[in-house]
């Protein structure tokens, strides 16, 4: 979330940090290589972009937050999580497909053909927004291993304009195909939710999971009360960046560098809130950074960067990132602003490969969370990209 089985199947067709010049904070010290040895992901073509109706319908729940996609490859089923906090619904997932012609690259539409209440190891849903123990879904994979989905929770804790809400940890939990709980890995200490100014902000948990050859990596959306202020117009900000093993034990940590505001917001004195709202495996060691913002009076902005861990420091045992203590950052390269496709940027948090296409090409489709609101659409872009020969697909 962002800002402050039916017999038919519902188808639609469609303190400030100081900063280098390029937004990055002055303390982290460059990552030695370039982000990738080769030249990295590139985008071919633009697939085109399709849309769900607001607010529709499906199964007696309402569809929309979408704020995770993934796909199966064995099967083709898509997964798609909400980050509906019992407004609407329990926490849940929908199921259906993303129709990309694998022939031509031809995006025809997206279909929703099943829902999942998500559950807790007791088989009850998670509370609702306020209340103990509550769930935010942002992210959603699928592990054809193991034939269940892995979610990342964003958790909540109070602030000063929140002061009644209890503290939910960030999470990121296993769950069955019927949403039944599944497991869950271990958090790392320094991103335990608290009632202070210690640990993960509000709103700043696990936006993006992914999965990689070697386990599980998730990101925060923005710093730590300990890692800095949150990106202005003036300096970015770091986030962390998790990768735990098979068990579920946490084996690194990186720093990730996020952009600076790309503009003041409309009054001067207005909101902005800026993050990586979604990461992708690219390779062992390569990632795919979604970054969002929205700016009162601008709007959303969305870029899409390519990073590598290789080279950067293992910031596990950093307490602080915003001490001037020495590490190196990962390194990221610009793939694309997002902004330059389909109609107005929207509120796009969620990223996923899809089919690969004949031509060789991967196909990547990226979402948006609409808030509910209906000022803001359910939007899917598709994009044919080279670059990925180790994405399975």
Request: aromatic share 8%; proline share 7%.
């Amino acid at each position: 979330m962002w800002r402050g089985t039916a017999a038919v199947a519902a188808v639609v067709a469609a303190t400030a940090v100081p900063a280098t010049a390029d937004g990055r904070p002055a303390h982290a010290v460059p990552a030695a290589r370039a982000a990738d040895a080769g030249p990295g992901l590139r985008i071919t073509r633009f697939l085109g972009e399709r849309t769900l109706p607001h607010m529709m319908r499906f199964e007696g729940t309402t569809v929309g937050g979408l704020s995770g996609i993934d796909r199966d490859p064995r099967t083709g089923t898509w997964y798609m999580i909400s980050d509906d906090r019992w407004r609407y619904d329990p926490a849940r997932f929908y199921t259906g497909s993303v129709d990309i012609d694998p022939r031509t690259g031809a995006f025809s539409g997206v279909r929703i053909s099943g829902v999942s209440t998500l559950r807790r190891a007791d088989g009850t849903p998670y509370p609702a927004f306020g209340r103990p123990e509550s769930a935010d879904p942002e992210s959603i994979r699928y592990d054809p291993e193991s034939g269940r989905v892995l979610w990342g929770d964003e958790g909540d804790r109070p602030d000063e304009a929140h002061a009644g809400i209890p503290v939910s940890d960030l999470s990121v939990r296993w769950a069955r195909r019927d949403g039944a709980y599944g497991g869950e890995v271990t958090v790392p200490p320094n991103l335990k939710q608290t009632d202070g100014h210690r640990g993960p902000r509000r709103n700043f948990g696990f936006e993006g999971v992914t999965l990689t050859r070697d386990g599980v990596a998730a990101m925060v959306e923005g710093p730590r009360y300990e890692d800095g202020d949150p990106p202005s117009t003036r300096h970015g900000a770091l986030a962390r960046l998790t990768l735990w093993d098979r068990s579920g034990r946490a084996r690194a940590q990186y720093a990730y560098p996020v952009d600076r505001l790309a503009a003041a917001p409309v009054p001067a004195d207005g909101g902005a809130d800026s993050g990586v709202s979604e990461i992708l495996a690219v390779g062992r060691h390569r990632f795919l950074a979604l970054e969002r913002s929205w700016i009162e009076g601008v709007g959303y902005k969305a870029k899409l960067y390519e990073f590598d861990t290789r080279g950067a420091s293992d910031v596990l045992g950093h307490d602080s990132l915003a001490r001037g203590a020495g590490y190196r950052a990962v390194s990221k390269r610009l793939v694309a602003d997002l902004g330059r496709f389909g109609g107005t940027t929207q509120n796009l948090e969620s990223m996923s490969w899809g089919p690969r296409l004949r031509s060789g090409e991967c196909t990547l489709v990226v979402g948006s969370d609409d808030n509910f609101d209906s000022r803001e659409v359910t939007q899917f872009l598709a994009f044919a990209v080279d670059g990925c020969r180790s994405v399975p697909r």
